[in-house]
C-alpha cells in the first residue's frame, strides 16, 4: 500500500489550496479514505473524510463548510479541497486509507495506513 499526498505550499490566509493523494496497491475503490493534520506541537487530528463511493464525507466541526474531500476512482486518487484557508489550518496534511466501512471516520484507528504527509503553510 502507498499513498502519495502533494499539493502543500505556502499560501496567504483566505487563500485556497487542493491537496491531492495518490493510492496505489489496494483495490481503492472498496475503501474510505480520510485527511488528517498534525500542526506543530499539537496532536494529529482528523480533518475529513470520504466514503468508497464519494457519496458520504464527514468533516471536522473545524473545516466544515470551508475544505472539500472527493475522490475519483478512476484515478486512485483522494483529493481536499481547502478554501478560506486561516493561519491555524497550517499543518502537516496526511491522507489515510480506511477501512471498507465508513463508521467511525474520525477515529483515527480506523486507518491502517497513512501517507508521507505534506506540508501547508498559512501565513496571515
Known amino acids: 500500500v502507498q499513498l502519495q499526498a502533494s499539493g502543500g505550499g505556502l499560501v496567504q490566509a483566505e487563500g485556497t489550496l487542493r491537496l491531492s493523494c495518490a493510492a496505489s496497491?489496494?483495490?481503492?475503490?472498496?475503501?474510505?479514505m480520510g485527511w488528517f493534520r498534525q500542526a506543530p506541537g499539537k496532536e494529529r487530528e482528523y480533518v475529513a473524510g470520504i466514503n468508497w463511493s464519494g457519496g458520504v464525507t464527514r468533516y471536522a466541526d473545524s473545516v466544515e463548510g470551508r475544505f472539500t474531500i472527493s475522490r475519483d476512482n478512476a484515478k486512485n486518487t483522494v483529493y481536499l479541497e481547502m478554501n478560506s484557508l486561516k493561519p491555524e489550518d497550517t499543518a502537516v496534511y496526511y491522507c489515510?486509507?480506511?477501512?471498507?466501512?465508513?463508521?467511525?471516520?474520525?477515529?483515527?484507528?480506523?486507518?491502517?495506513?497513512w501517507g508521507q504527509g505534506t506540508l501547508v503553510t498559512v501565513s496571515s
Open positions: 489515510a486509507r480506511g477501512s471498507k466501512i465508513f463508521s467511525d471516520a474520525q477515529n483515527s484507528r480506523e486507518y491502517a495506513y
Open positions: 496497491g489496494f483495490p481503492f475503490s472498496y475503501y474510505a
